[in-house]
């Protein structure tokens, strides 16, 4: 038997006229109100605010769309975010990273990344995520490849999905179809 799903959704007729706001603002933004702002509405200056964030992240920031993925799916896997996982790494394949990388990945082994600034965000992932500051090569590496902004970002991605597959897998989203 399945776990209950344990998003609390509002019905429409019953959000505060903030929560509308923010409502509106996410379906304007991205067409359909996705699963971690059905958590995140509750608190509606915190769904806003992240949706910013993840807005820019996603969109806006100085890494390629495949990086953004890769950096998702290394995240989802720390956190056993089976939701996120399943969704990002079906995107990473589509945008052209073998599927042997995430099943490295998964397993805990090293992934093999030819390109050389995917490599640095799987490396600074990698020594985020562990306890201490990490390999003075790594970070240098890191730095050289992506910049400082890049690093930043790659960063605040690790952070905002780390709240997104935390959200979803408290919540018992279920697995996309």
Same mark, same amino acid.
């Given at each position: 038997?399945?776990?209950?799903?344990?998003?609390?959704?509002?019905?429409?007729?019953?959000?505060?006229?903030?929560?509308?706001?923010?409502?509106?603002?996410?379906?304007?933004?991205?067409?359909?109100?996705?699963?971690?702002?059905? =958590?995140?509405?509750?608190?509606?200056?915190?769904?806003?605010?992240?949706?910013? =964030?993840?807005?820019?992240?996603?969109?806006?920031?100085?890494?390629?769309?495949?990086? $953004?993925?890769l950096a998702i799916c290394i995240i989802a896997?720390?956190?056993?975010?089976?939701? $996120?996982?399943?969704?990002?790494?079906?995107?990473?394949?589509?945008?052209?990273?073998?599927?042997?990388?995430?099943?490295?990945?998964?397993?805990?082994?090293?992934?093999?990344?030819?390109?050389?600034?995917?490599?640095?965000?799987?490396?600074?992932?990698?020594?985020?995520?562990?306890?201490?500051? %990490?390999?003075?090569?790594?970070?240098?590496?890191?730095?050289?490849?992506?910049?400082?902004? %890049?690093?930043?970002?790659?960063?605040?991605?690790?952070?905002?999905?780390?709240?997104?597959?935390?959200?979803?897998?408290?919540?018992? $989203?279920?697995?996309?179809?």
């Amino acid at each position: 038997m399945a776990e209950a799903v344990r998003i609390k959704d509002i019905p429409e007729s019953d959000l505060t006229p903030e929560q509308a706001q923010v409502f509106r603002d996410l379906i304007a933004g991205r067409g359909r109100l996705l699963a971690p702002y059905r =958590i995140w509405i509750h608190s509606p200056k915190l769904a806003a605010a992240l949706q910013t =964030i993840g807005t820019f992240l996603n969109k806006k920031s100085s890494l390629s769309e495949r990086e $953004v993925e890769l950096a998702i799916c290394i995240i989802a896997n720390h956190w056993q975010g089976e939701y $996120v996982w399943a969704v990002h790494t079906r995107t990473c394949v589509k945008l052209g990273i073998p599927q042997s990388v995430f099943d490295a990945i998964r397993a805990g082994r090293e992934p093999a990344l030819e390109n050389e600034r995917e490599r640095a965000v799987y490396d600074l992932a990698r020594i985020a995520m562990a306890p201490g500051g %990490g390999a003075d090569e790594v970070f240098d590496r890191a730095e050289r490849l992506l910049g400082r902004n %890049g690093m930043a970002e790659v960063l605040a991605l690790l952070g905002y999905y780390s709240s997104v597959a935390m959200a979803v897998k408290l919540h018992r $989203v279920p697995l996309p179809a």
